[in-house]
């Protein structure tokens, strides 16, 4: 089975810090995402990679940035943490393959305090 | 832009009764695929079941089914023998391929909360 591995399961950070959330999969797939899961919104995406070095803009990238150095590894980095992004990060992976499905990590709870 | 709306924020059902969570969406487009996704509590996402436009057969899974309405832009899910571990958030998501201009990026309903009574 496919593995999605977020670093930390509950994180808490302070205003104003930097903050990086990894995700890491084991299964070669290409594309990588990152969303963010808030109660009421559902799940909204962040940015999202097709290959190494590529990252593409989702629908709220504000205050946010990623980085995919290597194949397996997806970063989400917050500048300059603030409270209003407390919330769950989902990270997930799929194959290039036409409406392929994704794989899911365990999330990341975040909170900015 | 597509959108998805689940119009139940949360429901219920007894253990061992038929549930159906009902999912609407909005495209211009005649291929996409469809999926339903479960996130039990404090748990990972998992995907339920996957449907493509093209497909008029409605995709079934075990106890899980669809009752896909291309013409309504109609995609609930029906949960049969409804069991406690079925007990998650559901999500509504739509892709539109890439062969039809669109990305790998999957667009999500609110999600509807089912809860599972004994």
Sequence with gaps: ?113 | AQTVTQSQPEMSVQEAETVTLSCTYDTSENNYYLFWYKQPPSRQMILVIRQEAYKQQNATENRFSVNFQKAAKSFSLKISDSQLGDTAMYFCAFMKPVSQGGSEKLVFGKGTKLTVNP
């Design chain 1, 1 to 113: 089975d496919v593995k999605v591995t977020q670093s930390s399961r509950y994180l808490v950070k302070r205003t104003g810090e930097k903050v990086f959330l990894e995700c890491v999969q084991d299964m070669d797939h290409e594309n990588m995402f990152w969303y963010r899961q808030d109660p009421g919104l559902g799940l909204r995406l962040i940015y999202f990679s097709y290959d190494v070095k590529m990252k593409e803009k989702g629908d709220i990238p504000e205050g946010y940035s990623v980085s995919r150095e290597k194949k397996e590894r997806f970063s989400l980095i917050l500048e300059s943490a603030s409270t209003n992004q407390t919330s769950m990060y989902l990270c997930a992976s799929s194959l290039y393959r036409e409406g392929y499905g994704y794989t899911f990590g365990s999330g990341t709870r975040l909170t900015v305090v």
